[in-house]
């Protein structure tokens, strides 16, 4: 039986049937057989002989045939039940797994939060940073799998547009490395003071007390970067129906052109779109999975707050650590010792936030997060282009 997160990865390459994905079947030989007016043959005189081996010439027929794709809703054939298709897919089970732990790292997190909202332990690790963790290195293992896939590839130029990008973005973090921050910075810090005191202003005038700050501002950037994920993942759909689209716009292209293609090369051509859907959707998700639990972890260990109007957060001190003190009131005895081990492992745990501090975090998180956000912006503005002109002209 499937578990919960497993259904939901099914859900999304099989979902209701009236919002199913729809992709396009390739057509069979005799089909193109009878668009291109041909009879099945017996051996022919073109036929060679090698060997003893009769090697019968592929069949080609006219690129501008009368040809129109028949579609099939995914549900329909029950791509998670048959055997061949689970086989076609390919990374098929990478995206389910991928899937299946972002979801319950997700779920684990809400409750993690929800806890410690309530309960507000001093002392506990927080349990939720480590499958945030567990998750962005599982998504950066499957990022760098799909690049491997794409280098053994003969055909295609997937190769070249890796080791481009590659370069690309590696000669953007230079360049971020050895500007100024005068050019990089954009006076969010200076426009921000001059917003706030403008609305102390107004506020006072009209009788009513502000309440903006710096940690408004820090909050209201966390959920707009959460939203804007939530967002994107709404439109996963679309953005798929779109690729699997490209079968059908690949013949339609093929039909202006003049010559003959076998039937073979057809088939692939149209079929391939179809045992990539897979490969396409973990493009989609892995960035913003990485995206997404980076800015919950910038929210954990940056020490901010959800609230829109959080209280003053101070760092915690592990200094007149009760733990310490119970130390020496523990027995001697084999249960004590063993209280006596866990006691000092969560004080050297806890001892570690006084180097490890909420601010370091901070700032390296927000790093990665606005980085992630940049090359995703980056490779989305790219491909809009490369669509909207390039493959057209």
Known sequence: MNSLPGLLADLDLCQARCDSLRWYLHPTEEELRILAGKQQKGKSKKDRK???????KPLTIPKDIDLHLKTKSITEI???DQPFYIS????FPEYQWLVDFTVAATVVYLITEAYYSWMKPSQEMNISIVWCLLVLAFAIKILF???THYFKVEEGGERSVCVTFGFFFFVKAMTIL?????YLEFGLESGFSNFSESAVQFFEKQGLESQMSEATFDTIRLWIIILLCALRL?????????????????VDQMKKEVGRISTVELQKMVARVFYY?????????APLVMLLHMTLLLKTLGNYSWGIYPESVS???????????????ESSSEDGKMKVTVIQLTMAVASLKNIFTPLLFRGLLSFLTWWIAVCLFSTSLFGLFYHQYLTVA
């Not at 050895?178 to 005068?182: G, S």
């Not at 760092?315 to 009131?329: A, K, Q, R, T």
């Open 50 to 56: 090698y060997n003893g081996h009769i090697e019968n």
């Open 78 to 80: 029950d791509a998670l």
């Open 88 to 91: 076609a897919l390919h990374y």
């Open 145 to 147: 799998s799909l690049t």
């Open 178 to 182: 050895i500007v100024t921050e005068n």
């Open 234 to 250: 709404a439109m996963m759909r679309s953005h798929l129906q779109a690729y699997l689209n490209l079968a059908q716009k690949c």
């Open 277 to 285: 859907l897979c490969i396409i959707a973990l493009q989609y998700v």
């Open 315 to 329: 760092d915690s001190s592990v200094e007149n650590n009760p733990l310490s003190s119970s130390i020496n009131s």
